[in-house]
Nanobody
């Protein structure tokens, strides 16, 4: 079973930056896509950013475009989410998920399609 482990969550002031990491045990990393999601208690899970590791294509939710950047290192099998100009509304638990890239078929940020999930890392943005 593929394991995903997030790290990097922290308390940060509004306007600040943070970089999250998602390390995976999947040795066929290049064939997989990784997506970042966030969720606050009582709210629906929201897709944030996506990357296809075979071609490094990316996709972002409108709410984070221009502020967040997703990238990945195929050798380290790690995906990053660089978050900038953070707002209190970005406060959430951030989780990464993976799926064989060919199976995504345009459904980049739909959580139901993803097979494997990490446990999440908490990001708190103070005003």
């Amino acid at each position: 079973e593929v394991q995903l482990v997030e790290s990097g969550g922290d308390l940060v002031q509004a306007g600040g930056s943070l970089r999250l990491s998602c390390a995976t045990s999947e040795f066929r990393f290049c064939d997989y896509a990784i997506a970042w999601f966030r969720q606050a208690p009582g709210k629906e899970r929201e897709g944030v950013a996506w990357i296809g590791n075979s071609d490094k294509s990316t996709y972002y939710a409108d709410s984070v475009k221009g502020r967040f950047t997703i990238s990945s290192d195929n050798i380290k099998r790690t995906t990053y989410l660089q978050m900038g100009n953070l707002k209190p509304g970005d406060t959430d638990v951030y989780s990464c998920a993976s799926l064989y890239q060919s199976w995504v078929e345009g459904r980049y940020l739909k959580p139901d399609i993803y097979d494997y999930w990490g446990r999440g890392t908490r990001v708190t943005v103070s005003s």
